[in-house]
Structure formats: C-alpha cells, structure tokens
C-alpha cells in the first residue's frame, strides 16, 4: 500500500507544478524571513516522513500495534485529502500562488470547497499528512503532522491579514461565515 500512498502523493506534486502555469501576476509578497518561518518546518517534516530513521530509533517506533489496516484506512485519507486539496486549487485558478501573495485583480473566492472552509488546500493536505501517518504508524510522523500544522497555522495567520487588508469588510463576513480549517468545528 506505500506504493499506492507513494503514488497519490508524487501524482499531486506533477498535478501540483503544472497547475501553477498561467497564474495572474504578483501584485504583493511575503518577505523571505516570512516565508522560511513556514518553509523551514515543512522541509523538516517532508524529511520526517520520507526518512522516518532520521529522527532516531525513538521516533521510529510504531505509535499502536500496527494493524493491516492502518495501510488502507492511510491511502483512503491520503487520496480525500489530496483530492480536496485538488479541488480547491481548481477553484482558486490564476489567484492561486505557493506563496502568499496578493495577485493582479486578486478575486475573493467562496465557492466550492470555500463554502466549507478558508483555507481547504491545508484542509486537505493535513488529512494526506495524517493518513501517511497513519499507515506509516510512527512517532516520527505524528512530529512531521505536528509540524505541517504549525506551519500551515503560520502561514494560515500571514494570508489572512493579506486578505483583510484586500479585502476588508468582505473578507471580515467571510471569517466570520466559515470555519478555518475543519467544517463545522470553528
């Protein structure tokens, strides 16, 4: 099942890459300093995930007995996060960047999986991160999945004070409409 995991994961990066051609031009960015506090912990987590012996002997243990079906339950969560990460990116278009940023005639988008949460391209890229974990079944991922979430928080606080200072009252109804990361939750 890691094949498959493995699989759905590089399928998103080309996907990913690709999808990137044709967006709007920058208008504003994040500094550098702003982007490697978000960067750093990702890099160190991708590492935790891939490599899972570099943590040491400690954090490759298994977190639970494993289970035969912790690969499944793994690759069902890896493909429906993935998945919604890829839809959301669809409905962002050209105002889509891996950076935050504020593009030319940036646009406000609500539909989609917008209507469910702010941010549903970290929305599903944690539910990827923590079907890996689960089927990997090691403490180092539950470290990698604690540091892709507090580097998405990160990131999450630095794009939303680009778009309250876009989109000002606007993006002030929208806070308060629909939950960060988790539907119904907050």
């Keep these: 099942m890691a094949f498959v995991i493995n ?4 399928a998103w990066i080309v996907y990913w890459y690709v999808a990137a051609v044709g967006t709007k031009p920058v208008r504003r960015r994040e500094s550098p300093a702003s982007r490697l506090s978000h960067i750093l912990p990702l890099v160190l987590a991708v590492a ?15 977190i639970i007995p494993y289970r035969p079906g912790f690969s499944v339950i ?9 998945g ?3 839809w959301a990116r669809i409905h962002l278009a050209g105002n889509w960047s891996g950076t935050v940023t504020l593009k030319q005639d ?6 989609g999986p917008y ?4 941010h ?3 929305a599903g890229l944690l539910l990827a991160v923590t079907g ?15 540091l892709v979430a507090a580097a998405f928080l990160r990131k999450i606080a630095i794009e939303e004070r680009f778009m309250a200072e876009a989109f000002g009252p606007a993006y002030a109804d929208y806070r308060r409409a629909t939950a960060r990361l988790v539907p119904y939750l907050w």
């Design 115 to 118: 209507t469910l949460v702010r």
């Design 106 to 111: 940036h646009e406000l988008v609500r539909n």
């Design 48 to 62: 935790l995930l891939i490599r899972p012996g570099i943590a040491g002997p400690a954090l490759e243990a298994p």
């Design 84 to 86: 919604f990460a890829v």
């Design 74 to 82: 793994g690759a069902v969560l890896v493909a429906a996060g993935l």
């Design 7 to 10: 699989g759905l994961w590089g």
């Design 120 to 122: 549903p391209i970290y």
């Design 132 to 146: 890996t974990v689960v089927a990997n079944d090691r403490w180092s991922g539950l470290v990698a999945l604690a």
